[in-house]
């Protein structure tokens, strides 16, 4: 498992296109406003929930499988808004895609998943949330009381905004 800063850095880089598995349409949802954030700064959310057709304005998929179907994008991240015990069919759905990383969001730490995986050639990230991972990491935390240990006046030259 993969949770140091460079690599952190590295993964949402490097990776534009991400699957959100559990995506809620309720805007009141940590998964809603984790997706929402990633969209405002330049990536692609793919929604997965069967329970929906549609959530931010994106075509909903009932499953990972579905998504790599009939979506004309290539799934890079798949990002797990689910219990520890449902992640093992999600990380084999997320290997058989050709996905290049699987994120557990917090609270989410299923080591066996995670080593599976890692076994297969997938970049893994275990208990993060994308979005703060994000803001820590590339400027987005400009409010009053958050620790992000990582200090610098300059926003890198890189980012689309």
Known sequence: MQNDIQTLRRILRENRVIAVVGLSANWYRPSYFAAKYMMEHGYTIIPVNPAYDEVLGQKCYASLREAAEKCAMKVDIVDCFRKTAEIMPIAEDAIAIGAK???????????????????????????????????????????????????SAKRPRWLPY
């Open 101 to 151: 990383v699987l994120w557990q969001q917090l609270g989410v730490r299923n080591e066996e998943a995670a080593r599976k995986a890692e076994a297969a050639g997938l970049d893994t990230v275990t208990d993060r949330c994308v979005k703060i991972e994000h803001a820590r990491l590339f400027g987005g935390l400009n409010w009053a009381g958050v620790n992000t240990k990582v200090i």
